[in-house]
């Protein structure tokens, strides 16, 4: 699975795309967002605010109980903001 990152999130991470293989256990937008943090301090640091983090799952906003174990792209990024 392909997993896209933006802006200060990508930042943060540092990486803007990566391809993993999600745990068994992770099925849902929320898994998604409780395991990212475990792989490192960067994530720890990117994500340590899941619920402001936005998720498309396949090109298409996704609410936290979206299963995510069939998507080809997981895309993360932070709240838009207009100006």
Known sequence: MKLVYFSW????????EETVELPSDVKTVTD????L???GAN????LSEPAIIR???DQEYATPD??????????LFPPVTGG
């Not at 998604?32 to 395991?35: E, Y």
């Not at 994530?43 to 990117?46: S, V």
């Open 9 to 16: 999130v990508k930042d943060r991470i540092g990486i803007a």
């Open 43 to 46: 994530f720890a640091n990117a």
């Open 37 to 39: 943090p475990t792989r």
């Open 55 to 57: 998720v498309a799952v």
């Open 32 to 35: 998604l967002l409780a395991w």
């Open 66 to 75: 979206i299963d995510v174990t069939k998507a080809t792209e997981i895309a």
